[in-house]
Protein backbone atom coordinates (compact mmCIF):
# COMPACT_ATOMS: atom_id res chain seq x y z
CA UNK A 1 0.00 0.00 0.00
CA UNK A 2 2.47 1.86 1.26
CA UNK A 3 4.29 1.78 -2.45
CA UNK A 4 1.52 3.01 -4.55
CA UNK A 5 1.16 6.10 -2.85
CA UNK A 6 4.93 6.60 -2.95
CA UNK A 7 4.01 6.00 -7.15
CA UNK A 8 1.37 7.88 -6.87
CA UNK A 9 2.99 11.38 -5.15
CA UNK A 10 6.09 11.00 -7.46
CA UNK A 11 3.43 10.90 -10.67
CA UNK A 12 1.32 14.03 -9.47
CA UNK A 13 4.90 16.01 -8.60
CA UNK A 14 6.24 15.26 -11.99
CA UNK A 15 3.33 16.26 -13.83
CA UNK A 16 3.24 19.67 -12.07
CA UNK A 17 7.05 19.97 -12.59
CA UNK A 18 6.05 18.90 -16.94
CA UNK A 19 3.31 21.68 -16.28
CA UNK A 20 5.49 24.43 -14.95
CA UNK A 21 7.85 24.16 -17.98
CA UNK A 22 5.26 24.21 -20.65
CA UNK A 23 5.44 28.10 -21.93
CA UNK A 24 2.40 29.60 -21.59
CA UNK A 25 0.05 30.18 -24.80
CA UNK A 26 0.97 33.91 -26.40
CA UNK A 27 -1.47 36.26 -27.23
CA UNK A 28 -3.01 36.87 -30.52
CA UNK A 29 -1.70 40.17 -31.84
CA UNK A 30 -5.03 41.76 -31.99
CA UNK A 31 -4.81 41.35 -28.00
CA UNK A 32 -2.69 43.91 -26.37
CA UNK A 33 -1.85 42.58 -22.33
CA UNK A 34 -2.10 45.02 -19.74
CA UNK A 35 1.72 45.05 -19.02
CA UNK A 36 2.12 45.34 -23.10
CA UNK A 37 -0.17 48.80 -22.99
CA UNK A 38 1.27 50.26 -19.70
CA UNK A 39 5.16 49.79 -21.13
CA UNK A 40 3.38 51.26 -24.25
CA UNK A 41 2.32 54.61 -22.18
CA UNK A 42 -1.68 53.60 -23.75
CA UNK A 43 -3.01 52.93 -20.61
CA UNK A 44 -1.72 52.50 -16.80
CA UNK A 45 0.67 54.30 -14.68
CA UNK A 46 4.06 55.65 -15.57
CA UNK A 47 5.26 57.30 -12.29
CA UNK A 48 6.01 56.05 -8.96
CA UNK A 49 2.83 56.85 -6.36
CA UNK A 50 3.70 59.46 -4.12
CA UNK A 51 4.52 57.96 -0.86
CA UNK A 52 3.21 59.39 2.43
CA UNK A 53 5.66 61.70 4.04
CA UNK A 54 7.47 59.35 7.07
CA UNK A 55 8.32 60.79 10.06
CA UNK A 56 11.65 61.74 11.25
CA UNK A 57 13.44 59.51 13.31
CA UNK A 58 12.60 59.63 17.10
CA UNK A 59 16.12 61.50 18.97
CA UNK A 60 16.56 58.93 22.07
CA UNK A 61 18.06 60.49 25.25
CA UNK A 62 22.00 60.39 25.20
CA UNK A 63 23.80 58.69 28.00
CA UNK A 64 22.60 57.58 31.81
CA UNK A 65 19.85 59.62 33.44
CA UNK A 66 18.02 58.83 36.79
CA UNK A 67 14.31 58.39 35.75
CA UNK A 68 12.85 58.33 39.17
CA UNK A 69 11.75 56.22 41.86
CA UNK A 70 9.06 53.17 41.11
CA UNK A 71 7.63 51.06 43.89
CA UNK A 72 6.31 47.15 43.18
CA UNK A 73 3.89 45.87 46.09
CA UNK A 74 5.14 42.47 44.99
CA UNK A 75 8.45 40.51 43.38
CA UNK A 76 8.79 40.34 39.93
CA UNK A 77 11.65 38.93 37.55
CA UNK A 78 13.83 41.65 35.60
CA UNK A 79 16.31 40.16 33.09
CA UNK A 80 15.06 36.55 33.98
CA UNK A 81 15.88 37.46 37.96
CA UNK A 82 13.82 38.12 41.02
CA UNK A 83 13.67 41.38 42.53
CA UNK A 84 11.81 41.61 45.83
CA UNK A 85 9.15 44.08 46.23
CA UNK A 86 10.08 47.26 47.36
CA UNK A 87 10.96 51.39 46.39
CA UNK A 88 13.58 51.17 43.28
CA UNK A 89 15.30 53.88 41.85
CA UNK A 90 14.97 53.47 37.95
CA UNK A 91 18.11 54.82 35.98
CA UNK A 92 18.51 54.27 32.36
CA UNK A 93 21.97 53.52 31.26
CA UNK A 94 23.80 53.95 27.34
CA UNK A 95 24.01 50.80 26.90
CA UNK A 96 21.44 49.82 23.90
CA UNK A 97 19.79 46.47 23.94
CA UNK A 98 21.39 43.41 21.23
CA UNK A 99 20.02 42.28 19.20
CA UNK A 100 18.01 45.35 17.85
CA UNK A 101 14.06 44.82 16.95
CA UNK A 102 12.95 44.82 13.60
CA UNK A 103 12.00 48.21 12.64
CA UNK A 104 13.11 50.23 15.86
CA UNK A 105 14.68 53.37 15.52
CA UNK A 106 18.07 53.53 16.90
CA UNK A 107 18.50 54.00 20.52
CA UNK A 108 14.77 53.54 21.52
CA UNK A 109 15.26 50.10 23.51
CA UNK A 110 17.99 50.43 26.14
CA UNK A 111 18.69 48.90 29.29
CA UNK A 112 17.19 50.57 32.92
CA UNK A 113 19.13 49.40 35.86
CA UNK A 114 16.98 49.11 39.47
CA UNK A 115 19.07 50.24 42.25
CA UNK A 116 18.49 50.15 46.03
CA UNK A 117 20.77 51.26 48.82
CA UNK A 118 23.23 52.13 46.36
CA UNK A 119 23.46 48.66 44.72
CA UNK A 120 22.31 47.71 41.26
CA UNK A 121 19.72 44.95 42.40
CA UNK A 122 18.23 44.27 38.87
CA UNK A 123 18.00 45.81 35.12
CA UNK A 124 15.98 45.76 32.22
CA UNK A 125 14.79 46.41 28.62
CA UNK A 126 13.01 49.37 28.44
CA UNK A 127 11.26 50.87 25.44
CA UNK A 128 11.69 54.89 24.49
CA UNK A 129 8.33 56.24 22.93
CA UNK A 130 8.53 60.10 22.47
CA UNK A 131 6.25 62.27 23.48
CA UNK A 132 4.59 62.79 19.76
CA UNK A 133 4.08 58.98 19.17
CA UNK A 134 2.38 57.79 22.70
CA UNK A 135 -1.06 58.06 21.40
CA UNK A 136 -0.18 55.61 18.46
CA UNK A 137 1.39 53.31 21.23
CA UNK A 138 -0.95 53.63 24.12
CA UNK A 139 -4.75 53.99 25.12
CA UNK A 140 -4.10 54.55 28.72
CA UNK A 141 -3.57 57.96 30.49
CA UNK A 142 -0.18 58.42 30.94
CA UNK A 143 1.80 59.44 33.92
CA UNK A 144 1.87 62.88 35.00
CA UNK A 145 5.04 64.50 33.39
CA UNK A 146 7.73 63.43 35.44
CA UNK A 147 5.96 60.80 37.12
CA UNK A 148 5.63 57.16 36.70
CA UNK A 149 2.54 54.74 37.16
CA UNK A 150 2.85 50.97 38.24
CA UNK A 151 -0.22 48.44 37.06
CA UNK A 152 -0.65 45.34 37.31
CA UNK A 153 -1.94 43.63 33.44
CA UNK A 154 -4.91 41.94 32.68
CA UNK A 155 -4.42 38.46 34.16
CA UNK A 156 -2.09 39.16 36.78
CA UNK A 157 1.38 38.08 34.72
CA UNK A 158 3.07 41.10 33.83
CA UNK A 159 3.41 44.42 36.02
CA UNK A 160 3.98 47.48 33.96
CA UNK A 161 6.27 50.17 34.91
CA UNK A 162 5.63 53.76 32.43
CA UNK A 163 7.65 56.36 33.40
CA UNK A 164 7.06 60.54 31.63
CA UNK A 165 10.36 61.95 32.19
CA UNK A 166 11.39 64.73 29.91
CA UNK A 167 9.38 64.38 26.92
CA UNK A 168 9.66 60.51 26.56
CA UNK A 169 7.85 57.90 27.86
CA UNK A 170 9.80 54.28 29.09
CA UNK A 171 7.70 51.06 29.09
CA UNK A 172 8.93 48.30 30.88
CA UNK A 173 6.96 45.29 31.48
CA UNK A 174 7.83 42.75 34.21
CA UNK A 175 6.82 39.17 34.75
CA UNK A 176 5.63 38.47 38.28
CA UNK A 177 7.62 36.45 39.84
Known amino acids: MKHVVM ?11 VAAQTPASKPSPKTKTKAAA ?7 HTAPKT ?4 APAPAAPAGNIALGSVHFGK ?4 DGK ?10 LTAQSASPAAKGESEGLER ?19 PQSEINLVQKDAPP ?16 RVWINK ?9 PTA
Not at 38 to 44: D, K, L, M, R, T
Not at 51 to 54: L, R, S, Y
Not at 75 to 78: D, I, L, T
Open 111 to 129: WVEFVQGGQIKGREVVTII
Open 38 to 44: ASSGSEG
Open 75 to 78: GVKA
Open 166 to 174: GGNHYLLHL
Open 144 to 159: RANASKVEMLKGGDFL
Open 51 to 54: QPAT
Open 82 to 91: PLAAGTYQVR
Open 7 to 17: VAALVAASAVA
